[in-house]
């Protein structure tokens, strides 16, 4: 929010990326703490002050926000197609785009976590925890330590809460 009343304040001398920076930080605090639609509302508005910027800031937090609802309301495949676009919009080229290739990544193995595909979340996750240690991404690092922990919990309950389960693994 301040960073919005900041570029809003200072428009004259704030770059068109340091306003879309705001105006995506603006659309995921609303996301979280207002609920879809109100993020969607702001969005809209970014997408409209921000129409001539391409592949900009906006149209990521766009897809993730998208994903993020897909995901809330159970939409497996269209979440599924909206982490593609977002891994569409990373350059091909090793080394570059990081941040997004593994935000997409990231997704990637929630939305299997969510389809209950344990063993491709975990293939997923793992994959991405050897890139994020090769480029040296300790923050990233962490947070896909934590998602695997999160599929390994998801499921180890999953797997013996169901009484079938261990009967057929007799």
């Known amino acids: 929010m301040n960073a919005l009343v900041y570029s809003t304040c200072f428009a004259d001398s704030s770059s068109l990326s340091d306003a879309a920076l705001a105006y995506s930080k603006l659309i995921q605090h609303l996301a979280v703490y207002k609920g879809y639609k109100d993020a ?3 969005l809209k508005i970014a997408e409209e002050k921000f129409m001539c910027v391409s592949k900009s800031r906006i149209l ?3 897809l993730q926000l998208l994903h993020e609802w897909a995901l809330h309301r159970g939409h497996l495949k269209l979440a599924q197609q909206f982490c593609d676009e977002l891994e569409v919009l990373a350059s091909s080229v090793t080394g570059v785009d990081m941040e997004l290739k593994t935000e997409a990544s990231v997704r990637n193995a929630r939305t299997l976590l969510a389809a209950k595909q344990y063993t491709q979340a975990a293939a997923v996750a793992h994959s991405l925890f050897c890139t994020c240690y090769k480029f040296n991404m300790q923050v990233k690092n962490a947070t896909v330590l934590l998602l695997l922990a999160e599929i390994h919990k998801v499921f180890t309950i999953g797997r013996y809460c ?3 389960s261990t009967f057929f693994s007799l």
């Open 162 to 164: 169901n009484p079938l």
């Open 60 to 62: 990521i937090v766009k």
């Open 40 to 42: 969607f509302a702001a």
